[in-house]
């Protein structure tokens, strides 16, 4: 039986939380909360799925699934931990079929899965935590790209930046991995938050940070393709140069440019770094090697070149390692030990050093991550711009 | 057998194919083209589950859910359509599971479901189409919100704001609806290429937009509520006027004045508006209506305030009908016929109308959707910090 009361509590539960879209989607029941990080870092999460005969997590401090138990109203639950402080991203396995998270607005922008992030917060806050200090601006820019599209990046300004309308500051270029966007090194990576942070300390220099979408075929193939949208499949060797010279030509042609024209900018080498994660990693070395006029610092996170690459292609950089070593203020290549690119991002360690180029490395625990990214980018960011860089 | 060819093929898509992510996720396979917005308008579907029972496409221009069919690889499709151009959004039902579209970047920010969009462009660009026009830009900012915590705006500046440094502009504040985010009128209502394209046609003034997070509530409990997150479920009449007068305190003594410190807004009621959507929209009343002296430009978009709470709370709207037509320039009351709040926002009109409190109105097609509030969006913003406002 209705009563007027529940009546009234449901018509305002109607007007309160209209919902902007009527898709299908489970039916309103209890609201959910989820993730609960709890006081002690254990972690409550929580999925609505009466009709489910499974439902598991599926989290990056996990070693495996953890299966997850139903309630009376249908709501499957887990508590793991205590995690370590930082940020994971996770997803649920619903009868075999991997869903984010839908309690949760914060996600991890990739073309190809979808997950969520669950902030385990420090004891004392972590250097990617918002602290009350100054905070930079995140601006997303739309440019003028290849063969006629419009690519967009986006652009962390930091604190001051819209006062100090004399200041020109340098450019860090950061470009995310494989199949993330140019949104993955905000969302994820918390780049914002760590030059807050480590400005704020005295850290590190007042910076532009530019981070571009390393995959410019699919971007131009949204755009100009049509009802014949390129097929990624096609991933043969030939392809994959391509792939990597159009990124490379774009970003030397249109995106340095734009940014140079719309934001104050310092436009010179010795104030223009460019990193990246992974395939990012692999874009930022060979745009580097092929454009030493324009790069005085490079950072590569989790990635490398081969030795063959390196000795066919790019000769120049190591023919002559007292010159590279001057023109290069920085170069850093970081790992973790339990990364699958492990051993040859050690292997191309041991060949800069066989062949006497200076590099700055780290290897950390940890895997092919992006709590490994926020390391680096910690790591390195106070490197940049600096006129002492350490040695190794 | 494996050759060594496809060894190297297989090493090739380890390296540059390296998800920055080891979830479970479906295994790696054929890579999956979705959505496909053919030249007739019709759109092709895929989702990669070869163990899948059963897949349906559940999007907001179908009346209900589409089934898929399996092909031999285990990709699930379906074509569907053609599509009037705009940008829906949508989800598969994959074995009763609502899932996002694991091959689109394209989603929808929300609280509580997850959705990806899918953009059917107009044979003439359509007013929120990326076309060649300068382009405004989006902001992501923090300022200094409740109870000690960090609130989130998404902010859009007009094109030239970064060149024109003397010039001040007015500023609409504009509120997504329930469950919506700060970045839902970016992502989903595409708010700042609208603007860039009436601005380019010299139909809209240059304004900065200021998009809030409207539940002050939640992000309160997620920073300060620890393992104890405010409960979202209790809903009773008492705490959500608590949560709409958060809103609005929220909104006048913290988004306002930061704003103002941190752009270059005109900073007087002639010049401020205040605009939103479903619950966003009653928001918006509530604020308006409470600050006559703040905003003289007031958007409801598929919302309204019903005659009760008008009369108990803003007897001072209606009492004066011709002070309150001086003091707003405009009054706008917008809503689709197949709402299921059409018959309460009509009302309202008819409230309005029989007060003699002036507003302009439209009735559109459709329903409470963000295809609507794109509508709204590019019918009001016209009108908002013109000298010459029309009547009804």
Known sequence: MITKTRTR???????????GLALAQPPRGPLVVSPQVNADKTITFRY????????????QFEKGPVPMTKDAQGIWSATVGPVKPDI?????????????????????????????LVDVPGDTPLIHAMR???????NYEYYPSMEGTTGSLVVYTPPGYDQALSKKYPVYYLISGTTDTEETFFKVGKTNLILDNLIAEGKAKPMIIVMPYGNIAARIAEQKGGSKPADPTVRDGADAVKRANDFTTDLVSNVIPYVEKSYR????????AIGGFSRGGGQTLRTAF????????????SSYLSPQEMDGNFSQIVAKPDQTNKQLKLLWVSVGSDDFLYKGTVEFM????AKNVNFKSLI?????????????????????????????
């Not at 900018?265 to 104030?271: T, V, Y």
């Not at 092929?290 to 996170?301: E, H, L, S």
């Open 9 to 19: 509590l449901l018509l305002l539960w109607a007007i309160l939380f209209v919902p």
């Open 48 to 59: 609505l799925a009466p009709q489910a005969k499974s439902v598991e997590l599926s989290a």
């Open 88 to 116: 994971y991203p996770y997803n649920f396995r619903v009868d075999g079929v991997s869903v984010m998270d839908p309690a949760n607005v914060a996600f991890f922008p990739n073309e190809r899965f979808k997950a969520s």
């Open 132 to 138: 009350d200090v100054p905070h930079g601006s995140i």
């Open 265 to 272: 900018a310092i436009p010179n080498r010795d104030n223009r």
């Open 290 to 301: 092929n454009n030493m006029d324009k790069f005085a610092w490079v950072c590569a996170y």
């Open 350 to 353: 041991d060949y800069l050093k």
């Open 364 to 392: 950390t625990d940890g895997g092919h991550t992006w709590m490994n990214v926020k390391t680096y980018v910690a790591a390195t960011t106070p490197l940049l711009f600096q006129s002492q860089t350490p040695r190794p």
